[in-house]
């Protein structure tokens, strides 16, 4: 009886260890029918299947100083309110045209995004980027940018131009532990971090792939694991009942 109780022990153990992994790692829809929990992010208007937290994201600003014969602005960040920051920007010295002024500000502003890329999800707000005055040709800017805890990992950031309606996608470099995306922007404006792993079915609709594949992979499994191990049940079962007669 011992014998027979261990083996099945380990293919429910096996399976209950597949199943959790997956829990553990898969995005919404896993747990389709329970409340999943408040998302970490955010939003200024949240997206469908994601569970706000309630609280809204706050902006950023900055004041910059320029020098005494107005030739140059100082370099600075500018961070948004919110903890850790969901949107920052690192300024250069010299990033912006220097005004015949003693200070420039800069600000960052939450925005709900208008749509998406044709080939991407937005994975968090728009934020835009504005400043008194413009950036300087040939100048760049460092944007980091966090994203929601309840959809994909974004792995790019898209720059929306809200006159044509377009979006335009941004070399990125993704920090899966801190949650953000970064990349270096050539011009003021409004950018979100996206992700790329999506499809679009036939009716329009849009399906996420990649880690929300997981639980039909981790079912797929768990079937694998008690099919592959009902011979041995079978057999164990049928020992046991040699032994007992005997």
């Not at 500018?78 to 010299?94: H, K, L, M, S």
């Not at 990125?172 to 979100?192: D, I």
């Amino acid at each position: 009886m011992r014998r027979r109780f261990n083996g099945a022990g380990l293919l429910l153990a096996a399976a209950a260890a597949v199943y959790l992994a997956a829990a553990w790692l898969s995005r919404p829809g896993f747990y389709d029918g329970f409340a999943p929990p408040p998302d970490s992010y955010r939003w200024v208007q949240p997206p469908a299947g994601v569970t706000s937290n309630g609280q809204k994201p706050l902006p950023g600003q900055a004041v910059l100083a320029v020098s005494s014969d107005h030739s140059r602005v100082a370099g600075g960040t500018v961070a948004t309110g919110d903890q850790p920051p969901q949107a920052e920007v690192v300024i250069q010295p010299g990033a912006l045209v220097a005004p015949n002024l003693d200070t420039v500000s800069v600000e960052l502003t939450p925005q709900a995004a208008a749509g998406r890329p044709a080939d991407a999800l937005i994975v968090g707000n728009l934020y835009c980027l504005t400043s008194s005055v413009s950036l300087t040709q040939g100048e760049q800017l460092q944007l980091i940018l966090r994203y929601s805890d309840q959809l994909p990992g974004a792995n790019a950031v898209y720059r929306y131009d809200d006159e044509t309606r377009s979006w335009v996608e941004l070399r990125a470099v993704r920090n899966p532990k801190a949650a953000t995306v970064t990349a270096a922007v050539p011009a003021l404006g409004c950018y979100a971090p996206a992700a790329h792993s999506i499809a679009t079915t036939s009716s329009g609709a849009t399906v996420v792939v990649g880690n929300r594949w997981l639980p039909y992979v981790a079912a797929g499994t768990i079937l694998l694991v008690l099919f592959a191990g009902l011979p041995l049940y079978l057999r164990l079962r049928r020992d046991g009942r040699s032994r007992g007669k005997s």
